[in-house]
């Protein structure tokens, strides 16, 4: 195993737990070290640090373990089962009314650059870095080993996530797959509310899971009004808002296939109201739209700053976009506005936000700020874990 030592004084982020190491903190490496080795990590002194995931980048090292030379031979199913007992805490293990949870959130749960989803059953994995990739089959022994017989299958759909330049084969498939199970979909209950999941030609895993609270949040404002849901993706909040008596809905997003699936999730329940969905480019659609013609509006675009170089033009589009619902949105209305964006924080949103009210000139009030649900566990080290962020503003 190849041995990691750091500069002199840059421990001390180790030492607080902190579970990455920055290329510019190590003095040297000892040893061949390949990307996606477990490698050893040192003080300048010849402390003993703890072990991680080597690999070539400004993240030099994402720890596994502190004071570890090396994982224990249970770690995996140790970590899985940890994990599950967070979310067993808040009551999304066995719900009656919730049967999918994200498993596994990386730095939230000590397995950073790993996100595992459950989906009744199904467990859709993406490895965000060349370790958690090449240790994909003990990962898939481990959710076996703990789930036994209520595990259907395990997909792993990296391909869009690990390190292209790590020269991984990156194909998607399953690694296991129960001998009664042949489907590519389930139907998922979220808090009552019925979605179809595909995580063979669905984006991220699948689903937004993170949006959970938020969308039933959504629906207690929902009854009686006109619902402009942008970005709608599958039309989660669509359904949680007609579920909740809106009299109307109308589901924007750029994807035919999200459109689709928001069409067939719309289609599984029975609702007074009326649905429409529209194919095109959201931000062209709400300003085209009609003053006045919206109570409730959704604006969830995807990131729009993947790194933190991008977080100037980001916040450009941030105050577009929020302006744009403002001067829109009907007198009296609500609007949610999200960034799932990691690299702006929560401060710079709502300074965004005000910027893009100030701009209109209408009087807003925040009734709200929103975050992640807990199966998207932050670490009280890695603040930086803490990515989605959301406004529930009253516009007069």
């Not at 259907?152 to 790590?166: C, H, I, L």
Request: aromatic share 10%; net charge neutral.
């Amino acid at each position: 195993m190849a041995k990691v030592y750091l500069k002199k004084g840059r421990e001390d982020s180790i030492l607080r737990f902190h579970p990455w190491i920055f290329s510019g903190a190590i003095a040297q490496v000892v040893g061949q070290a390949a990307e996606g080795d477990v490698v050893s990590v040192f003080a300048s002194d010849g402390s003993l640090l703890g072990c991680g995931h080597y690999q070539i980048g400004s993240i030099a090292v994402r720890m596994l373990a502190f004071g570890q030379e090396r994982l224990a031979a249970s770690f995996w199913e140790d970590s899985i089962r940890s994990a599950l007992g967070v979310r067993r805490a808040a009551c999304l293990v066995d719900s009656a009314t919730t049967n999918c949870f994200r498993l596994v959130h990386g730095e939230g749960d000590s397995l950073p650059g790993l996100i595992i989803d459950w989906y009744d059953g199904v467990c859709v994995m993406q490895a965000h870095s060349a370790g958690m990739f090449r240790a994909k089959k003990q990962i898939c022994a481990a959710l076996v080993s703990v789930f036994g017989d209520s595990l259907k299958a395990v997909y792993d759909k990296s391909s869009g996530t690990a390190p292209f330049k790590a020269g991984l084969e990156l194909i998607d498939g399953y690694l296991y797959r129960r001998e009664d199970f042949h489907d590519d979909e389930l139907t998922v209950l979220e808090n009552c509310n019925r979605f179809i999941v595909n995580w063979t030609e669905g984006q991220k895993t699948g689903f937004f899971l993170d949006q959970r609270e938020n969308r039933a949040l959504v629906g207690s404002f929902s009854a009686g009004r006109r619902v402009l849901n942008l970005f709608c993706y599958t039309g989660g909040f669509s359904v949680y808002a007609l579920a909740a008596g809106a009299v109307h809905v109308d589901s924007v997003d750029s994807s035919a296939k999200a459109v689709m699936l928001a069409d067939r999730n719309v289609a599984l329940g029975s609702f007074k109201g009326t649905h429409e969905s529209h194919c095109c480019d959201a931000i062209e659609f709400l300003k085209n739209c009609p003053e006045d013609a919206y109570d409730l509006m959704i604006v969830d675009p995807p990131a729009f700053a993947k790194h933190r170089g991008a977080i100037d033009n980001a916040l450009r589009a941030y105050r577009r976009l929020n302006a744009a619902a403002i001067a829109k949105v009907a007198p009296g209305g609500i609007i949610f506005t999200f960034s799932c964006s990691q690299a702006v924080d929560k401060e710079s949103f709502a300074l965004a936000v005000f910027s893009a009210a100030a701009q209109v000139g209408r009087r807003v009030r925040i009734l709200d700020r929103l975050c992640q649900p807990s199966d998207h566990c932050v670490s009280i080290y890695h603040p930086e874990g803490e990515y989605l962020k959301g406004l529930v503003l009253h516009v007069e």
